[in-house]
């Protein structure tokens, strides 16, 4: 039986890869169809538009496809709750759009209780834009299926970080560092140095010792490294969790000898008041204060929505505001790492499903397709031609209403038209290109990508088999980890105690784990 099941997908997939019998998108699809669609909402389209269907883009799309479409969204911040209550419900839209990588059990366990649908036989027949693309990087086939061949869900497609860059990093106060004589630390010695400056300098010029050497915000691995901190796992020869300690070899980070290292600089940080001291608790909103309020010297974070958007607001607020880029911190052998998994990846994990309820799936898949199309990615990138974009020399080109709205940043301005930033589709790197248009973000996204992608994991999920074992282990050891790291960085727990923690952690399973996402990313390099 299990050759059958492998054998049946590959035969799937190479007539999906010469097309044969293949049929041709023609417009319109259907003229009495809605699909209802389940997606989680974005950040930048808060406050901009309440529901994607108010997009110009699903506007055109109906106008050209005859398609209209529903969506439901949760609420901000409680997208995986909602998801469990929709997988409970069992009453599911025709399209579930999620991060299908967060899923216990991983989209094979979605396909096998009936949640999801396997595409492979319908993008062969129905879809020839993404079977083209697909054709053309089979790599990437590779990262949308499963470990049999399964093809579960059409999906975002990003910029290639090895070759445009990667957009989020360490980022300081430009001016800061130039009144205090520095330049962009590059080694973590350096990073000490221009701390302690930036604590004892009064940089921001007031005469009080209120300066925030490094802030950020409380979002974190899924081993609870905030993101104020995690970024420096560069130096330590790191990613967080389950990373490659050697070229196809898992390790788990948070009991190595390295992460010791890295918990002993952070402390040392933290006790001479160089790391802000919400750095467990920060919300997005208190960062953004702090650094309106002329207080924070460094910390992580976009190119676009942060420094762009901090470039295009505090300046307005401080004279003389400007933010540089740092590379990832440099270690000892003067080598930095990649510290964020998803980073490498053009296919995060993100895509839209076809759900085991929908009716309609030739015409949902040629509806999704059209997205794939080289009219549909223009639309999914840049909107409307006259409105939102203008072709210059044959390039499309945003228009003032997304480049300079008066009420809105261009991140959030984007989301009245289209979602290259939230994508079903194909980023194109012409968006990147303009939402980074500035001199300071241009060089952020291309130094940052620099750092070596060695240790970070592809994109893996344990088996359907291994999943319930792995999830309850690694409740257990996320949950202690993420309390011992904050605690020895606060030192409220003394690093004399990391072994006898690395040892309760062995004891949780954390060697079972590893074996089962070593399984993991042996299935996936055996994958063709």
């Known amino acids: ?41 974005n950040a930048n389209a808060n406050g901009a538009i309440k529901n994607f269907g108010e997009m110009t883009l699903y506007k055109m799309l109906e106008g050209s496809t005859g398609i209209k479409v529903d969506f439901e ?20 839209p025709d399209i579930i759009e999620y991060s299908w990588f967060d899923v216990p059990g991983g989209p094979e366990q979605m396909l096998r209780q009936g949640v999801i649908v396997r595409l492979n036989e319908a993008i062969a027949k129905y879809a020839p834009n993404l079977t083209k693309y697909l054709a053309a990087n089979p790599g990437l086939r590779r990262d949308i299926s499963t470990d049999d061949g399964d093809i579960y869900a059409f999906p975002a497609i990003r910029i290639n970080p090895l070759k445009e860059g990667v957009t989020y990093g360490p980022t300081l106060r430009a001016d800061w560092l130039e009144r205090l004589k520095l330049r962009p630390p590059r080694s973590v010695a350096d990073w000490t140095a221009v701390l302690k400056a930036i604590k004892t300098g009064d940089p921001n010029g007031n005469g009080k010792p209120d300066e925030i050497p490094l802030s950020g915000d409380s979002t974190s691995a899924s081993t609870g490294i905030p993101l104020t901190v995690q970024g420096f796992l560069s130096a330590y020869n790191l990613a967080p969790g389950f990373y490659q300690s050697a070229p196809g070899k898992v390790g788990y980070a948070e009991i190595t000898d390295d992460y010791k290292r890295f918990l002993t600089q952070m402390h040392q940080w933290y006790a001479a008041g160089l790391i802000d001291p919400d750095f467990m608790s920060s919300t997005t909103q208190q960062l953004d204060a702090k650094v309106l309020q002329n207080r924070v010297g460094a910390f ?41 998994h998803s980073a490498s990846r053009r296919y995060q994990g993100y895509g839209a499903a076809i759900s085991g309820t929908n009716k309609s799936i030739p015409e949902t898949v040629k509806w999704l397709d059209y997205q794939y199309s080289p009219a549909g990615r223009l639309a999914v990138n840049f909107g409307k031609e006259g409105a939102t974009y203008t072709l210059v020399n044959g390039q499309p080109v945003y228009t003032d209403m997304i480049t300079k709205n008066p009420k809105l940043s261009m991140a959030q301005a984007l989301t009245y038209c289209c979602r290259p930033q939230f994508l079903i589709g194909i980023q194109d790197i012409r968006y990147i290109r303009q939402l980074f248009s500035l001199p300071q973000q241009q060089s952020a996204y291309q130094l940052w990508r620099r750092a070596s992608f060695e240790r970070v994991l592809p994109g893996v999920t344990p088996s359907q088999g291994d999943s319930r074992k792995f999830a309850s282990i690694m409740n257990d050891v996320n949950t202690y980890v993420a309390e011992m790291t904050a605690k020895f960085i606060t030192g409220a727990e003394p690093l004399e105690r990391f072994d006898a923690y690395a040892a309760r952690v062995k004891d949780q399973g954390i060697d079972e784990a590893t074996g089962i996402m070593q399984r993991a990313l042996d299935r996936y390099n055996a994958r063709k």
């Not at 949760?74 to 419900?89: D, H, M, T, V």
């Not at 190119?303 to 540089?324: E, H, T």
Request: aromatic share 12%; glycine share 10%.
């Open 300 to 340: 992580y974070g976009y190119a676009g929505s942060g420094m762009g958007r901090y470039l295009a607001n505090a300046a307005k607020q401080i004279p003389g505001f400007s933010l540089v880029a740092a590379p990832y911190a440099f270690g000892q052998g003067g080598k930095n790492y990649m510290p964020f």
């Open 1 to 41: 039986m299990k050759i059958k099941r492998l054998i049946l997908p590959m035969l799937a997939l190479t007539g999906m890869l010469t097309a044969q019998a293949q049929e041709a998108l023609k417009l319109p699809i259907s003229q009495n169809l809605t699909l209802k669609i389940w997606a989680p909402f």
């Open 73 to 92: 969204h949760p609420p901000l911040g409680s997208e995986k709750e909602r998801f469990n209550l929709l997988l409970a419900s069992r009453n599911y």
